[in-house]
């Protein structure tokens, strides 16, 4: 088993920036592709960003794309999301996710999720 504690969130004016991480532990001695999801309320989970085991491989959802950044460090067993340039529709909770497979994360159907931070964006 793998659980992931996500902290970072807030709220935050439009324009302005945080950084989300997102801390595995459990059976960590595999690095695990992770991911990053949204869910606004009334709207459907929206895939942000991934990553793979080692970090070479990113992915962005096309309405974050050149303004979200994730990363992770290996030897702590977290994962980050950079947000600049905020908007209102940012908004949401932010869900991290790992598993095996990179795709299975990219597609939302990840084993592991934690239970989510809020992320505020005011206009």
């Known amino acids: 088993q793998v659980q992931l504690a996500e902290s970072g969130g807030g709220l935050v004016e439009a324009g302005g920036s945080l950084r989300l991480s997102c801390a595995a532990s459990?059976?960590?001695?595999?690095?695990?592709?992770m991911g990053w999801f949204r869910q606004a309320p009334g709207k459907e989970r929206e895939f942000v960003a991934g990553?793979?085991?080692?970090?070479?491989?990113?992915d962005y959802g096309d309405s974050v794309k050149g303004r979200f950044t994730i990363s992770r460090d290996g030897a702590k067993n977290t994962a980050y999301l950079r947000m600049n340039s905020l908007l209102p529709e940012d908004t949401g909770v932010y869900y991290c996710?790992?598993?095996?497979?990179?795709?299975?994360?990219?597609?939302?159907?990840?084993?592991?999720w934690g239970q989510g931070t809020q992320v505020t964006v005011s206009s």
């Open positions: 459990g059976r960590t001695f595999t690095p695990y592709p």
């Open positions: 996710a790992a598993s095996v497979e990179y795709s299975a994360v990219v597609g939302g159907k990840a084993a592991y």
């Open positions: 990553i793979n085991w080692s970090g070479g491989i990113t």
